[in-house]
């Protein structure tokens, strides 16, 4: 349990770093550059230890796919961008495949339980 929520502390910290990225750069200032440095930063921390216990693959996938989920609908909210039915059917795509990746590393292990 300890390692996704390092995961998902992960995840939120590329969100927010990225969503800074966007932020300072509408607004200028370093203060966002450095801000968005440290998150990012922070976010492969979180995800290092992660990897500790959690499959490589599944915790890439969902590191990349939910921050892609999360921030495209951020970047909506916040910074009133566009989302077109391809960007939904793109995002729809992207989570069915985040499912599938998690659900084929379960079926992976309760196969490896029952061997052993």
């Known amino acids: 349990m ?3 929520i390092l995961l998902a502390l992960a995840i939120v910290a590329e ?3 990225t ?8 607004h200028g ?3 966002g550059y450095i801000f968005m440095l ?22 890439y996938a969902m590191w990349e796919g ?3 989920l999360l921030i495209t609908l951020c970047s909506v909210t916040l910074f009133d ?3 077109s039915l391809m960007k939904i059917a793109g995002l729809t ?14 079926e992976h292990r309760e196969s490896e339980n029952d061997a052993a």
């Open 66 to 68: 939910v921050g892609i």
């Open 81 to 83: 961008e566009t989302i």
């Open 2 to 4: 300890r390692y996704w």
């Open 93 to 106: 795509t992207l989570v069915a495949g985040i499912v599938l990746i998690k659900s084929g590393t379960l």
């Open 15 to 17: 969100i927010t770093g």
């Open 38 to 59: 440290a998150m990012i930063a922070l976010s492969y921390i979180f995800l290092s230890f992660a990897v500790k216990k959690i499959a490589l693959g599944v915790a």
């Open 29 to 31: 200032g370093r203060a």
């Open 19 to 26: 969503l800074s990225m966007k932020w300072a750069s509408l």
